[in-house]
Each structure stands twice: as C-alpha cells, then as structure tokens.
C-alpha cells in the first residue's frame, strides 16, 4: 500500500507517575496506523491503555518513546505547533462534563469556533450544523443551561462542540454510552455519513459490539498496554479462537449464531445485523415449506 | 404489603434559565413493593434518571411526597435511615470507588457508621462473595476491569445492608462481559429477597426484570411485565426506544415463518424456538 497514513504510531510506551512508588506502565509499545477517511475502532479492557493512546493523538500526551506522526507532524519533536494539532485533531472524552464549561448550551458549542477567530455568521452556522449533527433542535436548545441537561444530551453537546471545530480526524471514546436506542442509531448515523460522505478520519474507543460492527472499517484489540489484533469487524468476530482468548465480546446478534453453531446448526457467524442474522438463521428453515408442513400453531 | 417505595402525585423541574423552569417529572405515582425486580426505561431526557434520584432522596419533589419504608424523604432527621434502606449504584465505578485496596472500599461505609469490627468483617466477606469477588480483596480496584469495578462497587452498598438498590445506568459503561456479571449479581440478590430498580438503554437487560417502567416526558407512559411491554414495539420504537435484539430477529422471522413465535424476549427463548421449530415440534 503507497498510502501515506494520516496516523502513524509505531511502539509507543507510556508509563504514569514514573520514578514513583506509584508507577504504572500503561503502554508498552503499541502500534495503531490509520489511514485518511478511515473508520477505526479501539476495543479491549479498562486499563488495556485505550484512554492513554488517544489521548497521544492531540498532543495531550507526549510520546515518551516510540513514534507518534499525525498527517506528517512528528510528535516526538520538541516544538510541537499544539494549536493547529488540536484543530485538527477532535477528541470527544468519555465524560461530557469534562468538556462542558459554558452555562449555555449555544455558547459552549461556539466556544471553539469564536477562539479560532472565525466571523459571527460562519460561528453561528457552524453551531447550527453541529447541533443538527448530533440531533440537538438549534431553536429550542441553543438558550438552555448546561448544567440541567441529562447525561445522554451533554454527550451530545460536547460532541457538538468537537465537530464545531471541523477537525480532520475526529476521536470519539465511547461515543454512545448512556445514550437511548434511537439517539445511538441516529448519532451512529451521522458518524457514518461524515466519515463516509465528508471523509473525515473517525477513531472510537467502544465497548459496544453492535457499534463496532455497524461502524468500524477495522477493528484495533488492546490488551496490557499493546495492540494483541487488528482486522475487519468480519475478520475478529469470525474468529472464535480469537474471541475467545481476548475476551472479546461480539454484537447479541452473533452471540446467538455462536449459540447456534455451538448446537451443531450450520450457520455464519459473520452476519452482524438484525436482518441478516435473521436471513441466515432462516436459511436453516430452508427445507420446510412456510406453515404447512406442520399444524398451525394454537 | 406495604411498598417499601412509594412515591405520591410527585412533580419536579429543574430552572433551566432565569425564566424558564422545565417540568422534568408530572404529577407521578408509584409503589415499588419488596422483593420487586422492577427496570426503568425512556429516552434521554425522558425523566427516568431523576426519578431514581428520588428513590432515596437525593433530590425531594417540588410537589407531592416520596415515602420510603413511610419515611418522607423532605424529612431531614430520616435520611439516614432512607439512605440504610435503599442503596445506589451509578453509571462510572470509577467515581465510587475511594479506597486503595477492594476490601477497604467496600468496609468503608461500615467505618462511617461505626459497625464493629467483627461485624464489619463478616458483612465484608458476605458482600464480596455474593458478587463474586472475595479472590481480589487485597488488590488495588484501579487495576480491575470495569464489571469488575462495579461489582466491587455494588458490595460496598450490599455491605450496608439494604433493603433495595438501586441501578443508576450501572451497566452502560461496560462490555458485554462486565454487563452480564452485574446482571448476574442483580438476579442473585433479587433471589436473596432484595428490591432491584435499574434503570437502563439496554433491553435485553431490562426484559430480566420483572416488570419493567416505561417513563416519557415526566409521566409513566407503560408499565408492566416485560413480556407485556416489548408486544408494544410501534410504541416504543415512537417512544425512541426499541425490542430486545431477541425480539427484533423473531420478529423478522415470523414475517416469512408465521409458526416462529414473536414473542419472545430472552435469547435462551430464542434459541428454543429455532431448536423447536426445526424438529417440526411446534404445534404438533
């Protein structure tokens, strides 16, 4: 492949609070290459080093060995330009409330936009388009107080407030967590339309299967502080090996084929979702003609 | 029986500007009664979290009254016994979790309220072990997964000794794995005689319960056993909420198979009716 990865990280280590009693080794040397316009999630247990690898992609973290390039800026440099990286790069934390600092809703959206010294009208649109991004009402919701909002709305918000800035590559950690069915598909939606559409560089960091599967182009499974396996949704969640010695969970729909499987009924494990699940199961009925072979049910 | 909750015509809004105060819950009523494994659903912003805010008085109602065990919880002289009788467990172990060695953690209620030694040594070793985590008792909890986490979590307030807990989005953090071993703990103590109320995005979680409360806009829109509200999937799909996966896939294959049965809301349910349906067992 001759495309130029917009990330490049290549045996990364970190370790917290080094030299003290407390010292934590969080990574220990891992690797993650992303290229442009691609859809990538992260998965894998608390304390498998998730957080601390995305938080190297802004610069929030400096490399403390190994290499970090973004869209071909070292850095492991000394001089690092952090206010053009965190333009380019968006990263929505896991707790909205570490993100959210402005009384109004309309005004913690622009925030971003007005700091980077755009015009009124463009900060306006650019707060409009974000809300409607993440399915907040820009009438109704541009004028309430942050602080009164529930946990599934302020997620929202502080991603409307990422996606404000435009960036290049947008890193979402756990993106849907306490959010409710329909606004998870919808915002899972609209992440896939701007990654696809806009050919924006999307990272996640989920523990939700379904997610993963409806979302990722590949799939990056951490473990211990290093990258254990990489592939397609289709390639990790067909290997029960695999799965299995990673504890890695699979969406419900493939843990029912697995079932299946596992009572001798021939099905693919690799139909993530509720329909073709559906299709392959109903491949096993192929044989019986629709209700009349047998008594109508009473 | 008495309801060990019971909340009486109870209302409640948040000021959401110097004008504006939003009406988050309308004029609701509702008896938990022990022993109930009761999951509460609704959209984000439906009211739901705030209503289990008001289980153990956290927040008291603008209008109307909540009654724990018969104690009103405005009353400040009952809190601590409101508190004793229903525990909370919230959506981040992490923030939960004060103690740098698991069976501090969950002693450290016990040391607020002064139980003796030997007690608290004995509630300690039975909390750890109904959630399954007496191995880990000596180490760090910052090394632990996250159903691990909150599990350990959930022994701090079964230490206590409540008479019910209650779930605050406990599980949405956490993987399939960790999601399961939670479950698993709250069907145990339900079975030890303990009133479970989770509220949940999680359908297949929900459909453990045994009944479930679905909550829009501030009133309780649905309310009954699972089976009776995942038969609604128009309305809750209207209500942004959705059926089990279980539910969705019967659903599809009972549109080509009218024997598959689409009522069915557990996956061993599922699995069943395929494993029935292909030996030509149903109906003959």
Same mark, same amino acid.
């Given at each position: ?298 | ?117 030997? %007690? ?5 070793? *039975?909390?750890?072990? &109904?959630?399954? #985590?007496?191995?880990?008792? !000596? $180490? ?94 128009? %309305? ?5 909420? *959705?059926?089990?996966? &279980?539910?969705? #896939?019967?659903?599809?294959? !009972? $549109? ?29």
């Amino acid at each position: 492949m001759t495309v130029k990865p917009i990330i490049e990280i290549e045996n990364l280590t970190h370790t917290y609070m080094k030299g003290t009693p407390m010292e934590h080794v969080a990574l220990k040397g891992t690797n993650l290459y992303v290229e442009a316009g691609e859809c990538i999630a992260i998965i894998g247990h608390t304390g498998s080093g998730k957080s601390t690898l995305i938080q190297h992609l802004n610069g929030l973290i400096r490399p403390e060995s190994g290499r970090v390039v973004i869209d071909g800026e070292d850095l492991a440099k000394k001089k690092i330009d952090l206010k053009t990286l965190r333009r380019k790069v968006g990263i929505v934390f896991q707790n909205p409330e570490d993100q959210i600092f402005e009384k109004i809703i309309g005004d913690d959206i622009a925030y971003g936009p007005f700091k980077m010294g755009l015009p009124l009208k463009e900060v306006r649109e650019r707060v409009k388009w974000a809300m409607s991004v993440v399915g907040l009402d820009f009438e109704e919701m541009k004028d309430r107080q942050t602080f009164a909002l529930s946990g599934g709305q302020k997620r929202k918000v502080a991603l409307a407030g990422i996606l404000a800035l435009k960036p290049k590559i947008l890193v979402l950690d756990e993106p849907t967590a306490g959010l409710d069915p329909r606004s998870r598909n919808e915002l899972l939606d609209k992440i896939k339309r701007l990654n696809k559409e806009e050919k924006l560089t999307v990272i996640f960091v989920s523990h939700n299967m379904e997610e993963v599967a409806m979302l990722a182009d590949r799939v990056y499974v951490m473990a211990d502080g290093k990258d254990v396996l990489s592939g397609t949704p289709k390639e990790i969640f067909t290997d029960k090996e695999k799965l299995v010695r990673h504890q890695i969970g699979t969406p419900e729909t493939v843990q029912v084929l697995y079932r299946l499987t596992d009572l001798g009924y021939q099905v693919r494990t690799d139909a993530f979702s509720i329909t073709e699940a559906a299709d392959e199961i109903m491949k096993l009925f192929a044989g019986r003609k629709e209700g009349t072979e047998h008594v109508q049910r009473i | 029986m008495d309801p060990i909750i019971r909340l009486e015509n109870v209302s409640f809004s948040y000021k959401i500007n110097e004008k504006t105060k939003v009406s988050v819950l309308k004029n609701i009523s509702l008896s938990i009664f022990p022993g109930e494994y009761v999951a509460i659903i609704g959209h984000n912003g439906s009211g739901k979290s705030t209503l289990s805010k008001l289980l153990n008085g956290i927040l008291t109602p603008d209008h109307g009254e909540v009654w724990v065990h018969g104690h009103n919880t405005k009353d400040t002289n009952k809190k601590r016994a409101i508190r004793q009788a229903v525990g909370m467990v919230f959506q981040h172990p992490d923030n939960q979790i004060v103690a740098t060695i698991v069976e501090e953690d969950v002693a450290f209620g016990l040391e607020n309220i002064g139980v003796p030694r030997e %007690e608290m040594k004995k509630r300690v070793d *039975e909390a750890l072990n &109904v959630v399954k #985590m007496s191995p880990f008792r !000596h $180490r760090p909890p910052h090394h632990l997964s996250g159903g691990q986490k909150q599990r350990v979590a959930i022994a701090g307030v079964l230490a206590m000794q409540p008479e019910c807990i209650v779930f605050d989005e406990a599980t949405s953090m956490l993987d399939s794995f960790g999601r399961k071993e939670v479950i698993q703990v709250m069907r145990q103590m339900n079975n030890m005689g303990m009133t479970i109320i989770t509220v949940t995005h999680h359908m297949s979680e929900a459909a453990e319960a045994g009944r479930i409360i679905v909550v829009e806009d501030g009133e309780i829109v649905m309310d009954g056993t699972p089976r009776e509200i995942f038969k609604h999937k128009q %309305e809750l799909e209207a209500l942004k909420l *959705e059926v089990p996966s &279980v539910s969705q #896939m019967a659903e599809v294959i !009972h $549109r080509q198979f009218a024997d598959f049965s689409r009522d069915i809301i557990h996956e061993h349910e599922f699995i069943g009716e395929v494993e029935e349906f292909l030996s030509g067992g149903v109906g003959s």
